[in-house]
T-cell receptor, first 116, second 114 residues
Framework: GAVVSQHPSRVICKSGTSVKIECRSL??????MFWYRQFPKQSLMLMAT?????????EQGVEKDKFLINHASLTLSTLTVTSAHPEDSSFYIC????????????FGQGTRLTVV | AQTVTQSQPEMSVQEAETVTLSCTYD???????LFWYKQPPSRQMILVIR??????QNATENRFSVNFQKAAKSFSLKISDSQLGDTAMYFC???????????FGGGTRLMVKP
């Protein structure tokens, strides 16, 4: 399958700072990328959907000013957690889909964010 | 809106035996895809198997097979000859043909015991 690379895999940041997570599709062009948050022992919770060159669509309850998503190219989407707080500590996962012909999504390795 | 339900939060199986994970879904659509994803301790989501709703034949990938019952809206995963490396969270997921987002079930934690 196609490869999605997510970086960093782990990050620790101080409360009040911002942290950026990158999601890259390595061998295909991703017209749509998705950002999820996963709490321990729970399923993936969709945060937002981003399409290249347009604004992200956020799910209800997700603060768009806190979780900034940029999908500037067909191979890169970024999630910036702004003014991070300890409650933002979580596991964040991106996924990407190639075009509209396939329904399969490919996932990055995830990022463990710890805010201290 | 569609929903996906996995009624077994945790399961265990002895190595080399067979285990079946349940998944039911609710949708009014006729054309869709169903997936089983595996999330091992590394937390990398891995696609295990995919089923197109228009196909009557159950999908099979080596030791993994599904029992797709469209009328019953059921999509169970059978793992044969279980291996220690099969220990993971398993998520059932659904997407419409024309949809954009996967809908995930709550997951089943599978432990393969030696």
């Amino acid at each position: 399958g196609a490869v999605v690379s997510q970086h960093p895999s782990r990050v620790i940041c101080k409360s009040g700072t911002s942290v950026k997570i990158e999601c890259r599709s390595l061998d295909f062009q991703a017209t749509t990328m998705f950002w999820y948050r996963q709490f321990p022992k729970q399923s993936l919770m969709l945060m937002a959907t981003s399409n290249e060159g347009s604004k992200a669509t956020y799910e209800q309850g997700v603060e768009k000013d806190k979780f900034l998503i940029n999908h500037a190219s067909l191979t890169l989407s970024t999630l910036t957690v702004t003014s991070a707080h300890p409650e933002d500590s979580s596991f964040y996962i991106c996924s990407a889909r190639e075009g509209t012909g396939t329904r399969e999504a490919f996932f990055g390795q995830g990022t463990r964010l710890t805010v201290v | 809106a569609q929903t996906v339900t996995q009624s077994q939060p945790e399961m265990s199986v002895q190595e080399a035996e067979t285990v079946t994970l349940s998944c039911t879904y609710d949708t009014s659509e006729n054309n869709y895809y169903l997936f089983w994803y595996k999330q091992p301790p590394s937390r990398q989501m891995i696609l295990v198997i995919r089923q197109e709703a228009y196909k009557q034949q159950n999908a099979t990938e080596n030791r993994f097979s599904v029992n797709f019952q469209k009328a019953a809206k059921s999509f169970s995963l059978k793992i044969s000859d279980s291996q220690l490396g099969d220990t993971a969270m398993y998520f059932c997921a659904f997407i419409h043909n024309a949809g954009n987002m996967l809908t995930f079930g709550g997951g089943t934690r599978l432990m393969v015991k030696p």
